[in-house]
């Protein structure tokens, strides 16, 4: 039964890293709010959900910002090259996220404002 839990708790942890590339695929703000969604209904029942999900919340939020701040640059042109990098590393970074979350291992983004304690 226990090893059910572990293996249900780094499903459900790998979720909330993979769920934010939604915003890779269009769907505006849908970075933040899947794992929001999974971090909110599961976090009292997995502890290792909530780290996991408050890590890819806070990189997923300091993401936006840097990517609004990158927008704005685009109108001196390095705007479009720091955009291209950002997605880039926030798609490596998340599937690097989802596959240490499925094996139980804890995952630290980089470059990450902590705003959810």
């Excluded at 929001?36 to 890819?56: A, H, N, R, T």
């Excluded at 390095?78 to 139980?104: E, P, R, T």
Aim: charge should be neutral.
């Amino acid at each position: 039964m226990a090893e059910t839990q572990d293996k249900q708790a780094n499903t459900w942890g790998m979720m909330c890293h993979l769920l934010s590339l939604c915003g890779l695929i269009g769907i505006p703000l849908g970075n933040i709010i899947a794992p929001l969604i999974v971090w909110l209904i599961k976090k009292d029942e997995f502890p290792f959900v909530m780290e996991q999900g408050k890590e890819s919340l806070n990189f997923q939020i300091s993401m936006t910002i840097y990517a609004i701040v990158a927008a704005m640059l685009c109108m001196i042109f390095i705007g479009f090259i720091l955009l291209a990098a950002i997605a880039i590393a926030d798609l490596i970074l998340v599937i690097d996220a989802s596959m240490k979350a499925n094996k139980g291992v804890g995952y630290h983004y980089p470059a990450t404002i902590r705003l959810i304690k």
